[in-house]
């Protein structure tokens, strides 16, 4: 298949999967990068392209290069974005919802808690049964969640 043919289907591709409003969370990550396979598929050198943005040939591939490797600036994809007539869009997308996210941390960050008294008690021969345990991690953890307590995440760290 010669390059422009190549061309002309790799468009075809990116339009199909770029377009129809996708949701950004089902966007491909594109191996090359989105800068370099949209130049490619618009048949625009990265000489070209470097003049387009205001930057060197060297600089674009530089830009290209960062991207792929996850460290390009939102300023400089915001320039590359304008030079081939595309939106940028950032997004931060929660894998579940911010409530679930919410309980899980704070049934853990209960489980924490828990788990100091008990092992406390555990010495004293004074543990608590499993049932009783899990209600008491149950009612930690919604007042965990209620009062948006700063221990959901504190106890992350370690």
Same mark, same amino acid.
């Given at each position: 298949?010669?390059? +422009?043919?190549?061309? #002309?289907? +790799?468009? @075809? *591709?990116?339009? @199909?999967?770029? %377009? %129809? &409003? =996708?949701r950004v969370a089902d966007l491909p990550r594109l191996k090359n990068?989105?800068?370099r396979e949209l130049r490619? #598929?618009?048949?625009?050198?990265?000489? +070209?392209?470097?003049?387009?943005m205001?930057? $060197? *040939? =060297?600089?674009?591939?530089?830009?290209?290069? &960062?991207?792929?490797?996850?460290?390009?600036?939102? &300023?400089?994809? *915001?320039? #590359?974005? &304008? #030079?081939?007539?595309?939106?940028?869009?950032?997004a931060l997308i929660p894998k579940t919802s911010l409530e679930t996210h919410l309980r899980i941390n704070a049934r853990e960050a209960a489980q924490e808690l828990i788990?100091?008294?008990n092992h $406390?008690?555990?010495?004293?021969? *004074?543990?608590?049964s499993k049932e009783y345990l899990q209600e008491e991690i149950d009612e930690i953890a919604d007042?965990?969640?209620a009062n948006l307590d700063k221990r959901i995440w504190d106890l992350r760290e370690n």
């Open positions: 298949m010669n390059s +422009r043919k190549a061309r #002309a289907l +790799r468009r @075809k *591709q990116l339009d @199909k999967a770029l %377009s %129809s &409003n =996708p990068g989105y800068i490619t #598929a618009l048949g625009i050198s990265s000489t +070209r392209l470097g003049k387009m205001n930057v $060197s *040939q =060297p600089a674009l591939t530089k830009l290209e290069s &960062n991207e792929r490797e996850g460290v390009i600036t939102l &300023n400089s994809l *915001q320039k #590359a974005a &304008n #030079a081939l007539g595309c939106d940028l869009v950032y788990n100091e008294v $406390s008690m555990i010495l004293e021969s *004074q543990g608590a007042s965990l969640v």
